[in-house]
């Protein structure tokens, strides 16, 4: 069952997938309208989830189940990386390199890859966007969080 993103709690069980390039406007609508659909339908065994997704800076997915009334399986699971796989595919994104890095450039989210990220010499005061966040209170705590907090931190 579709929630709204907002009424999730902090301890949501999310998954987060990075978008390697902008969007259109015609391929957000039609992100939204699959996700929203998919929202609506997804349930572990029989069992209708309470789940939602954010569109997060233009650059990630945010897909998130509130497991209070229900917990997500591992069917659910694999069915949901199937439908991200799908979208992929269809908009050409490839939403599962892990080769990136977003940090915070004059209140603008940047992307990078690791390599460029690395030569670059970020600043120990440099913020980034932690992608390895696994509920909906790490998300809004760790949006824009020092990079020496990280794990990136072990790669500079």
């Known amino acids: 069952m579709y929630?709204?993103?907002?009424?999730?709690?902090?301890?949501?069980?999310?998954?987060?997938?990075h978008i390697p390039r902008p969007?259109?406007?015609?391929?957000?609508?039609?992100?939204?309208?699959?996700?929203?659909?998919?929202?609506?339908?997804w349930e572990a065994h029989k069992e209708p989830l309470n789940a939602s997704f954010a569109l997060l800076h233009g650059q990630f997915v945010a897909l998130a189940v509130?497991?209070?009334?229900?917990?997500?399986?591992g069917c659910s699971i694999d069915t949901s990386v199937k439908l991200m796989?799908?979208?992929?595919?269809?908009?050409?994104?490839?939403?599962f390199k892990r080769q990136y890095v977003a940090h915070w450039q004059d209140d603008t989210l940047q992307v990078s890859t690791l390599p460029a990220f690395r030569t670059m010499g970020?600043?120990?005061?440099?913020?980034v966007f932690d992608q390895t966040v696994t509920t909906v209170g790490d998300l809004q705590k760790r949006q824009k969080i020092n990079v020496t907090e990280t794990w990136i931190q072990k790669i500079l």
């Open 66 to 73: 509130d497991e209070a009334m229900h917990g997500a399986s």
């Open 85 to 95: 796989r799908e979208i992929g595919e269809k908009l050409q994104l490839d939403m």
């Open 3 to 17: 929630i709204r993103f907002e009424t999730l709690p902090a301890e949501a069980r999310l998954w987060l997938y």
């Open 122 to 127: 970020a600043p120990p005061t440099l913020e």
């Open 23 to 41: 969007l259109t406007a015609e391929e957000k609508t039609y992100l939204t309208q699959t996700l929203q659909n998919f929202c609506e339908t």
